[in-house]
């Protein structure tokens, strides 16, 4: 959740000095969480806030769909441009994203070589 209000913050004031000290963190401290493993959702959003030029689209994980199957995406909102919350939602894209993978995984079952013989008992008929 803090993580999520920082980026509301940002988002508000384009500032990571300022975002991070509305929600008790320093500068610092936001550049470390930024650089953390398993932070890549927070860089990006980072990053797409403050318009880093040449941003490559990151990577979607199946570690990652299932952390957004099971808490949901959370996203500041703003009015007449101030942050004034966040707001959590439920992930369906993610679900049906790994349905989606899961579906490429299972292949179909191969189908039964005809024979010769059957193919000539058709054409007789």
């Known amino acids: 959740m803090r993580q999520a209000e920082?980026?509301?913050?940002?988002?508000?004031?384009?500032?990571?000095?300022?975002?991070?000290?509305?929600?008790?963190?320093?500068?610092?401290?936001?550049?470390?969480l930024r650089r953390k493993r398993g932070a890549e959702g927070f860089c990006a959003a980072w990053d797409f806030i403050l318009g880093a030029p040449g941003t490559p689209?990151?990577?979607?994980?199946l570690d990652g769909l299932m952390q957004r199957i099971r808490h949901g995406t959370y996203?500041?909102?703003?009015?007449?441009?101030?942050?004034?919350?966040?707001e959590r939602k439920a992930d369906s894209s993610a679900l049906f994203g790994m349905?989606?993978?899961?579906?490429?995984r299972i292949s179909p079952?191969?189908?039964?070589?005809?024979?010769?013989?059957?193919?000539?008992?058709?054409k007789g008929r």
């Open 99 to 104: 349905l989606k993978r899961a579906d490429r």
């Open 6 to 32: 920082f980026i509301g913050y940002l988002a508000e004031t384009r500032c990571v000095r300022t975002a991070a000290a509305k929600v008790g963190m320093s500068r610092e401290g936001a550049y470390r």
């Open 57 to 61: 689209r990151r990577k979607v994980t």
């Open 75 to 86: 996203r500041p909102v703003l009015r007449r441009g101030r942050y004034i919350g966040t």
């Open 109 to 122: 079952a191969p189908a039964a070589p005809h024979r010769e013989a059957d193919r000539g008992q058709e």
